[in-house]
């Protein structure tokens, strides 16, 4: 098991800068997941960490020493790649073991590693397979083997589930969750999907433009996001997100939505401001689905809405229902056994307990 320090990282390609002065510490035993869509540079830090990308400026240091001119097989690293990069003329057992044999390890020591990982795996029985003649989650699997067994320090993963069906990444997040726990061995892990990067972070690091925009556990991402950035990638069905203005009436801190007819006041005084905003200042408010819901006699801070559905969706264990609201479209996430029609009205609730609110202009959180 190791630390990883990563300091003031930058990496260009030609005149696009792909990584902006990224800094990032990883303690012995975590599991940290670079969470980003496609393009914001997490694919390249992983690569650099592992030594197959050049660094431009900065430094990476595993447990203190500085790894930058450090050659990949040197840096006691194992990668799984999101292309399973097997053998396709050896069998299993051999595109398992090819590392130990280049190491020069012994058969013995070789041997007793194949067993246990293949077993932990649950490809024992497969080793005299060749990679044609196995699955998508077989093959994913051999190519976590070939990295178990090199005991490295760190596990580097590169989307490593992409390529499976939606069943099978179930199947494999949950395997991949139950090695780290049986392992404690230091995971960086990236990914495009936000289930899994919530289901196996202990930290997430979520990246956009060459930039790791926010770090912290799965819930502090979810529940205080710090950007508008984040607030929207993060969760399914997206957050809701309504343009208004900051006011005070009285000793009360009020949001006013931008589109409105009548006038309606939303009661900000149980948000905990990082710095109040000024009178009239341009806001975003956001709010979670599943907080538009039935009104709930144990919330102390809810608004009361009646609101009209224009779409509902049933995932089967409740119903996700789109409303107009004040010029924007928001969704709930309600309880599968009511009874919900088209364009009629129905009386919710918004809990004002859970909002989040960013400045427009900066897009951060306030």
């Known amino acids: 098991m190791a630390t990883l320090k990563v300091i003031n990282l930058t990496k260009s390609f030609g005149n696009t800068k792909v990584l902006k002065q990224i800094n990032l510490k990883v303690n012995d035993g975590e599991f940290i997941v670079l969470l980003g869509p496609s393009g914001?540079?997490?694919?390249?830090?992983?690569?650099?960490?592992?030594g197959l990308e050049t660094v431009d400026d900065g430094e990476i240091l595993i447990d203190e020493y500085v790894v930058n001119r450090v050659e990949p097989k040197d840096r006691n690293i194992a990668m799984v790649f999101q292309s399973y990069a097997l053998y396709p003329a050896m069998t299993v057992r051999n595109n398992v073991i090819f590392g130990l044999k280049q190491r020069k390890i012994s058969k013995e020591h070789i041997e007793k590693s194949l067993n246990h990982f293949s077993k932990m795996l649950k490809i024992d029985q497969l080793l005299d397979r060749k990679p044609a003649q196995l699955s998508g989650g077989q093959r994913q699997r051999v190519a976590m083997g070939r990295a178990l067994v090199r005991e490295p320090q760190i596990f580097l993963f590169d989307e490593p589930l992409s390529n499976l069906?939606?069943?099978?990444?179930?199947?494999?997040?949950?395997?991949?969750?139950?090695l780290h726990e049986s392992l404690g061995t230091?995971?960086?892990?990236?990914?495009?999907?936000?289930?899994?990067?919530?289901?196996?972070?202990?930290?997430?690091?979520?990246?956009?433009?060459?930039?790791?925009q926010q770090i912290g556990t799965p819930q502090e991402i979810y529940d205080k996001p710090n950007s508008i950035f984040v607030a929207d990638?993060?969760?399914?069905?997206?957050?809701?997100?309504?343009?208004?203005?900051?006011?005070?009436?009285?000793?009360?801190?009020?949001?006013?939505?931008?589109?409105q007819k009548?006038?309606?006041?939303?009661?900000?005084?149980?948000?905990?401001?990082?710095?109040?905003?000024?009178?009239?200042q341009e806001i975003i408010l956001g709010f979670r689905p599943e907080h538009l819901n039935l009104p709930d006699t144990s919330l102390n801070s809810q608004m009361a809405v009646s609101?009209?559905?224009?779409?509902i969706e049933l995932t089967g264990y409740e119903k996700e229902v789109s409303?107009?609201?004040?010029?924007?479209?928001?969704?709930?996430?309600?309880?599968?056994?009511?009874?919900i029609e088209l364009g009629k009205p129905i009386s919710l609730s918004i809990d004002l307990s859970e909002i989040s609110i960013f400045d427009k202009s900066s897009t951060m959180r306030i």
Do not use: W
């Open 186 to 212: 230091t995971m960086i892990y990236v990914t495009h999907d936000q289930v899994e990067a919530m289901s196996l972070a202990t930290r997430i690091a979520v990246m956009n433009e060459g930039i790791i």
């Open 262 to 280: 009548e006038n309606v006041k939303i009661s900000l005084n149980d948000y905990s401001f990082i710095s109040e905003p000024k009178e009239g």
């Open 307 to 311: 609101l009209k559905p224009s779409l």
């Open 233 to 259: 990638f993060i969760g399914s069905p997206a957050i809701n997100l309504i343009q208004g203005k900051f006011y005070k009436d009285g000793t009360i801190s009020c949001f006013i939505p931008e589109q």
């Open 165 to 178: 069906d939606a069943k099978l990444r179930v199947e494999m997040r949950h395997e991949i969750n139950k």
């Open 323 to 339: 409303f107009e609201f004040y010029g924007n479209e928001i969704t709930g996430r309600l309880p599968r056994h009511i009874n």
């Open 40 to 50: 914001c540079g997490k694919s390249t830090l992983l690569n650099m960490i592992a």
